[in-house]
């Protein structure tokens, strides 16, 4: 797509540090990364959000984003790894070409995700919305 700064990494148009790329993927580091070794996993084919890239392409990120984090363990010495994917605007995406982070974790590296738990007031409360959600999924994804 023209004017998206990820379809123009793929194109070669911008440089990047390409990680792995075959048919339906493209991984490369972020420029400005959590921890040094931070990689980006895109679909070759450009989608705004993760709900619409078929199939195939979403489980090739998944799977090759798991591996890249395998590989930041092994290349890095790092302890784990985060998967992180944000779509939409207020959830963090600030590129809307979707893209799977992949954050090398260590035990002392400082980094928190700012994680809080709500409660639900009661269990029906909680009942009627996963009630709301499983009706919603009957509807088909669209950019
Ligand atoms: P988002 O906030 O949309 O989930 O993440 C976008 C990510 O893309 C950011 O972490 C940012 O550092 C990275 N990014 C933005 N522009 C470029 C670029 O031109 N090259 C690379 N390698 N990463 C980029
Ligand atoms: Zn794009």
Redesign the pocket.
């Known amino acids: 797509m023209k004017d998206c700064?990820?379809c123009k990494?793929i194109a070669g148009e911008?440089p990047?540090?390409k990680i792995y790329e075959d048919d339906l993927v493209y991984a490369?580091?972020?420029?400005?990364?959590i921890n040094f070794g931070?990689t980006?996993v895109i679909p070759k084919e450009h989608h705004t959000s993760t709900a619409t890239i078929p199939e195939a392409t979403a489980g090739r990120m998944f799977r090759v984003g798991a591996r890249i984090g395998v590989a930041q363990k092994r290349a890095l010495d790092a302890d784990a790894f985060n998967l992180?994917?944000?779509d939409g605007t207020c959830a963090?995406?600030?590129?809307m070409h979707a893209?799977l982070?992949v954050v090398p974790r260590n035990a002392d590296d400082t980094f928190h995700w700012n994680w809080r738990q709500l409660k639900y007031d009661t269990p029906e409360v909680a009942g009627e919305l996963a009630e709301k959600l499983r009706n919603a999924l009957k509807l088909e994804p669209q950019d």
Not at 28 to 33: A, L, R, V
Not at 92 to 95: F, I, N
């Open positions: 700064i990820f990494i911008i990047s540090w490369f580091m972020d420029i400005g990364p931070h980006l992180h994917l944000a963090g995406q600030v590129v893209h982070h």
